[in-house]
T-cell receptor
Framework: AQKITQTQPGMFVQEKEAVTLDCTYD???????LFWYKQPSSGEMIFLIYQGSYDQQNATEGRYSLNFQKARKSANLVISASQLGDSAMYFC??????????????FGSGTRLQVQP | GAGVSQSPSNKVTEKGKDVELRCDPISGHTALYWYRQSLGQGLEFLIY????????KSGLPSDRFSAERTGGSVSTLTIQRTQQEDSAVYLC?????????????????FGPGTRLTVL
């Protein structure tokens, strides 16, 4: 089974509008972290936002917020007031467990967002 | 304040040749990761180093792949007898390690990647 599922291969949004990028995850570990990364055409991976499984509130970072619905195992990224520079691939990722175990991320297949003027 | 650096940025090689990819993590970061990104795909975990612990090699796709990390800093990913399916962007990331909680301890900082093309 896929650990991270991003069902939207591509999305379009008008400039200045909000957009939601979907992400669902699958884990039996009670301790995990969820991440969103942005990858522009230049290729670098840019960290956007993090949500821990025990965090009581949804994470927010500027125009980015994470709609964390634990019971549904979803961690959707909301970008408010889209800008042309937001056009990129967006990856949802998860790290399971805590302590000194493997800390590598499991990534979804990504969503390509295109912001239109 | 340099970020993660990788070299070379591009590598073109012939099938059957060996290649070495280098990663310089952020100073002070104890955790180092290698990922592979095939065209249009998400990132695939390859190997993880944490301090002086034995590396987690569970993501390496075959025994042609190996990696080492010298002195807890620089890492080299080696692919022997390259195949065309090895063509991908190889990304290295580093982080502070497993201590603590919150994004500052969990964030992985990625390098620019090495684009490997096997002809």
């Amino acid at each position: 089974a896929q650990k991270i599922t991003q069902t939207q291969p591509g999305m379009f949004v008008q400039e200045k509008e909000a957009v939601t990028l979907d992400c669902t995850y699958d884990t039996s570990d009670p301790s995990y972290g969820l991440f969103w990364y942005k990858q522009p055409s230049s290729g670098e991976m840019i960290f956007l936002i993090y949500q821990g499984s025990y965090d009581q509130q949804n994470a927010t970072e500027g125009r980015y917020s994470l709609n964390f619905q634990k019971a549904r195992k979803s961690a959707n990224l909301v970008i408010s007031a889209s800008q042309l520079g937001d056009s990129a691939m967006y990856f949802c990722a998860m790290r399971e467990g805590r302590g000194t175990g493997r800390r590598a991320l499991t990534f979804g297949s990504g969503t390509r967002l295109q912001v239109q003027p | 304040g340099a970020g993660v650096s990788q070299s070379p940025s591009n590598k073109v090689t012939e099938k059957g040749k060996d290649v070495e990819l280098r990663c310089d993590p952020i100073s002070g970061h104890t955790a180092l990761y290698w990922y592979r990104q095939s065209l249009g795909q998400g990132l695939e975990f390859l190997i993880y180093f944490q301090g002086n612990s034995a590396p987690d090699k569970s993501g390496l796709p075959s025994d042609r792949f190996s990696a080492e990390r010298t002195g807890g800093s620089v890492s080299t990913l080696t692919i022997q007898r390259t195949q065309q399916e090895d063509s991908a962007v190889y990304l290295c990331a580093s982080s502070l390690g497993p201590r603590g909680q919150g994004s500052s301890y969990n964030e992985q900082f990625f390098g620019p990647g090495t684009r490997l093309t096997v002809l």
